[in-house]
């Protein structure tokens, strides 16, 4: 019987009656139902499947299940075993082998060497334990084989970054190379590396030796396979060779090799090479100190949503070093790594809170100090300080807030790129902005507004198909307009020249406003064009009256036919209104024009040439509703 109540916190690949791998999350849920918690792990993200007759953790990265942790109590039985292995390896001929170098309590192998099973006990075995069945490749089996958790990463090697404390210290990338972009990442149908040219094989072997994971461990052995996969383009082992050479780890130390494997795993848009070779950048290492061309790259790294680049692009703007000096910006940065759990990042925004002025914030002892416990706990020394000095300063009604806050902290972790998340678990998110778009080409391409995803780094959108990612193409400041691309097969709306358009036309949006209030469901709102020019006559908008809300913006505006005759974009200020007329505004809306949208699509014909031919004839009204609903997206920005 699965055992349903016992924290489970073990790495393992495939272990179940029903393992199977590759599987997508909607195909895991339609497994084991919608009832999961998701939580950041070493390979990926961990899938807590948890109902009354399920117990099961299934770690999805890149889009696919690559392990599943089946928990169960008392003595496994023997059919269970054999169906695992007969499900994992249909015609695996098994024999027992030397349980102890795997730190299990029963081993198997299979006749070809090829595959190994391992069987562990997490409790006083045999009676009433909990039992974990571990099956796969022999070298993926080896190196994970001291893993005891997902969530424990790998000491990474030196750095070689600037060591000052406080926000004036650039911190080189933590190589996490559990959880970097293009993480190690078991290759199931791989077979002995050495025989064959697959580049993910040879790192994960260059990986073990580097790790010293199932093998001694052996640097240069660690450095041959990585130059294997390095050779083959592959941006991880690029990155770890620049490493490397960088520590002097399995070669000599060389700070020009360095800088050129670190380019070319950045040019491949790899974010941990990006901060490293911007790091090198800003310390003159091996390459020509260049501040600027540093913070090009850190950038990069920072917009991939890199912890570590995010914290050093706040110090470079905290010292205007590369950049004009920007507190705010500053701060801005440190807080999107410190919401990511990342102690430096955390250290530094308390320091931000902490000084008489506020640095880039307004000072606040309460927020300091939350934030510098979080970093304290972590092990961060100055942060240790911190807080110490704090508690001298702060009343007790303070302190206590401070460590309620802190208590409460959730780090922020990014929505999978692709799956199925429950409104809740989106919620939880925490996206910076959200807005509406809405599809213009069947094959992705859609507009929001670009006030919507401006300073954005990573955009989701919640579809009927799941939550799928996007990233912007072109934006239209001026006009307020943006151009996104996802992937897949969408219901696209016509774009019709806004010309036609008579005072008194009924136009209507589908949208998702205040979608903490009012719910993820999109929302349908109708009126009439109240102006053939917005605020000040300004040409560009019409006045609407459709009641349109936060959130509602870049929705499409569209007609009676179903086409699209604007973008929602903004409504009449109160406070605005208020202090002029002395009266609150009522349903007094904008939208940008859909001839500056064609405009805008013009400068980009790949997009122009797809656009579906503006419907001539009336439609039933329920009909451009239902259409409108189909084409229209939850924009999130992170």
Same mark, same amino acid.
């Given at each position: 019987?699965?055992?349903?109540?016992?924290?489970?916190?073990?790495?393992?690949?495939?272990?179940?009656?029903?393992?199977?791998?590759?599987?997508?999350?909607?195909?895991?849920?339609?497994?084991?139902?919608?009832?999961?918690?998701?939580?950041?792990?070493?390979?990926?993200?961990?899938?807590?499947?948890?109902?009354?007759?399920?117990?099961?953790?299934?770690?999805?990265?890149?889009?696919?299940?690559?392990? @599943?942790?089946?928990?169960?109590?008392?003595?496994?039985?023997?059919?269970?075993?054999?169906?695992?292995?007969?499900?994992?390896?249909? !015609?695996?001929?098994?024999?027992?082998?030397?349980?102890?170098? $795997?730190?299990?309590?029963?081993?198997?192998?299979?006749?070809?060497? @090829?595959?190994?099973?391992?069987?562990?006990?997490?409790?006083? *075995?045999?009676?009433?334990?909990?039992?974990?069945?571990?099956?796969?490749?022999?070298?993926?089996?080896?190196?994970?084989?001291?893993?005891?958790?997902?969530?424990?990463?790998?000491?990474?090697?030196?750095?070689?970054?600037?060591?000052?404390?406080?926000?004036?210290?650039?911190?080189?990338?933590?190589?996490?190379?559990?959880?970097?972009?293009?993480?190690?990442?078991?290759?199931?149908?791989?077979?002995?590396?050495?025989?064959?040219?697959? #580049?993910?094989? &040879?790192?994960?072997?260059?990986?073990?030796?580097?790790?010293?994971?199932?093998?001694?461990?052996?640097?240069?052995?660690?450095?041959?396979? $990585?130059?294997?996969?390095?050779?083959?383009?592959?941006?991880?082992?690029?990155?770890?060779?620049?490493?490397?050479?960088?520590?002097?780890?399995?070669?000599?130390?060389?700070?020009?090799? =360095?800088?050129?494997?670190?380019?070319?795993?950045?040019?491949?848009?790899?974010?941990?090479?990006?901060?490293?070779?911007?790091?090198?950048?800003?310390?003159?290492?091996?390459?020509?100190?260049?501040?600027?061309?540093?913070?090009?790259?850190?950038?990069?790294?920072? /917009? &991939?949503?890199? =912890?570590?680049? &995010?914290?050093?692009?706040?110090?470079?703007?905290?010292?205007? &070093?590369?950049?004009?000096?920007?507190?705010?910006?500053?701060?801005?940065?440190?807080?999107?790594?410190?919401?990511?759990?990342?102690?430096?990042?955390?250290?530094?925004?308390?320091?931000?809170?902490?000084?008489?002025?506020?640095?880039?914030?307004?000072?606040?002892?309460?927020?300091?100090?939350?934030?510098?416990?979080?970093?304290? #706990?972590?092990?961060?020394?100055?942060?240790?300080?911190? +807080?110490?000095?704090? /508690?001298?300063?702060?009343?007790?009604?303070?302190?206590?807030?401070?460590?309620?806050?802190?208590?409460?902290?959730?780090?922020?972790?990014?929505?999978?790129?692709?799956?199925? %998340?429950?409104?809740?678990?989106? #919620?939880?998110?925490?996206?910076?902005?959200?807005?509406?778009?809405?599809?213009?080409?069947?094959?992705?391409?859609?507009?929001?507004?670009?006030?919507?995803? !401006?300073?954005?780094?990573?955009?989701?959108?919640?579809?009927?198909?799941?939550?799928?990612?996007?990233?912007?193409?072109?934006?239209?400041?001026?006009?307020?307009?943006?151009? %996104?691309?996802?992937?897949?097969?969408?219901?696209?709306?016509?774009?019709? =020249?806004?010309?036609?358009?008579? %005072?008194?036309?009924?136009?209507?949006?589908?949208?998702?406003?205040?979608?903490?209030?009012?719910?993820?469901?999109?929302?349908?709102?109708?009126?009439?064009?109240?102006?053939?020019?917005?605020? *000040?006559?300004?040409?560009?908008?019409?006045?609407?009256?459709?009641? +349109? *809300?936060?959130?509602?913006?870049?929705? =499409?505006?569209?007609?009676?036919?179903?086409?699209? +005759?604007?973008?929602?974009?903004?409504?009449?200020?109160?406070?605005?209104?208020?202090?002029?007329?002395?009266?609150?505004?009522?349903?007094?809306?904008?939208?940008?024009?859909?001839?500056?949208?064609?405009?805008? %699509?013009?400068?980009?014909?790949?997009?122009?040439?797809?656009?579906?031919?503006?419907?001539?004839?009336?439609?039933?009204?329920?009909?451009?509703?239902?259409?409108?609903?189909?084409?229209?997206?939850? +924009?999130?920005?992170?």
């Amino acid at each position: 019987m699965l055992r349903t109540s016992f924290a489970f916190v073990c790495l393992c690949f495939a272990a179940s009656a029903n393992a199977k791998l590759d599987e997508t999350l909607p195909q895991l849920i339609k497994r084991f139902g919608k009832s999961y918690t998701v939580e950041q792990v070493g390979l990926g993200k961990n899938y807590k499947f948890r109902s009354k007759n399920v117990s099961v953790d299934a770690i999805i990265a890149k889009g696919i299940s690559i392990c @599943e942790i089946y928990l169960s109590s008392g003595e496994p039985p023997n059919d269970i075993v054999r169906e695992v292995l007969r499900t994992n390896v249909p !015609k695996g001929r098994w024999v027992e082998i030397e349980a102890a170098p $795997f730190g299990a309590d029963y081993a198997l192998r299979s006749s070809d060497d @090829e595959y190994i099973a391992i069987l562990k006990y997490k409790e006083p *075995q045999p009676e009433h334990s909990v039992w974990i069945i571990t099956v796969g490749l022999a070298s993926s089996v080896r190196a994970l084989s001291n893993t005891t958790s997902p969530s424990v990463s790998p000491s990474p090697p030196t750095s070689t970054a600037i060591s000052t404390p406080g926000p004036s210290s650039i911190a080189q990338s933590t190589v996490d190379l559990w959880q970097s972009p293009t993480s190690f990442l078991p290759r199931w149908k791989a077979k002995n590396p050495a025989e064959q040219d697959d #580049a993910v094989a &040879q790192y994960n072997t260059g990986f073990s030796y580097y790790l010293g994971q199932g093998v001694p461990k052996d640097y240069a052995e660690a450095v041959k396979w $990585f130059r294997k996969a390095a050779a083959q383009n592959y941006a991880p082992a690029q990155s770890m060779l620049g490493s490397c050479y960088a520590n002097g780890q399995g070669v000599a130390k060389n700070k020009v090799e =360095a800088v050129k494997w670190f380019r070319k795993a950045a040019e491949q848009n790899d974010a941990t090479a990006q901060n490293d070779l911007g790091v090198r950048y800003a310390n003159g290492q091996g390459v020509a100190k260049d501040d600027a061309e540093a913070v090009k790259w850190i950038r990069k790294a920072a /917009e &991939q949503n890199d =912890a570590a680049a &995010q914290c050093n692009l706040g110090k470079f703007y905290h010292n205007g &070093q590369g950049v004009a000096k920007d507190y705010v910006e500053a701060a801005k940065w440190f807080r999107k790594a410190a919401e990511q759990n990342y102690a430096p990042a955390q250290y530094s925004l308390a320091d931000c809170y902490y000084y008489d002025y506020g640095e880039g914030v307004t000072k606040d002892y309460v927020e300091s100090y939350k934030w510098g416990l979080l970093a304290a #706990a972590q092990g961060d020394e100055y942060a240790k300080r911190l +807080v110490a000095s704090l /508690e001298d300063e702060m009343p007790r009604e303070q302190i206590a807030e401070g460590q309620r806050l802190a208590r409460n902290f959730k780090p922020r972790q990014l929505p999978p790129a692709d799956g199925s %998340l429950s409104n809740t678990e989106i #919620a939880q998110t925490r996206p910076e902005s959200s807005g509406s778009g809405f599809f213009i080409t069947d094959d992705g391409f859609l507009i929001t507004n670009e006030h919507v995803v !401006k300073d954005g780094m990573q955009i989701r959108l919640v579809t009927s198909a799941g939550l799928i990612s996007a990233k912007v193409i072109k934006v239209d400041s001026a006009n307020d307009l943006a151009l %996104l691309k996802a992937e897949g097969k969408f219901t696209a709306l016509p774009v019709a =020249a806004s010309r036609s358009m008579k %005072l008194g036309g009924t136009v209507a949006t589908v949208g998702f406003p205040n979608i903490g209030l009012q719910g993820f469901s999109p929302k349908f709102a109708r009126g009439e064009i109240g102006s053939l020019s917005g605020p *000040q006559d300004d040409a560009r908008y019409f006045q609407i009256s459709v009641p +349109v *809300q936060p959130g509602n913006s870049g929705g =499409a505006l569209v007609d009676e036919r179903g086409n699209v +005759v604007g973008v929602v974009s903004a409504t009449l200020s109160a406070r605005a209104a208020l202090a002029t007329s002395g009266a609150f505004p009522q349903n007094v809306s904008y939208a940008v024009k859909s001839s500056f949208l064609l405009g805008f %699509l013009e400068s980009v014909p790949e997009v122009a040439a797809k656009l579906k031919e503006p419907n001539a004839k009336d439609m039933k009204f329920d009909d451009v509703v239902e259409q409108a609903k189909e084409a229209a997206v939850l +924009v999130l920005v992170y």
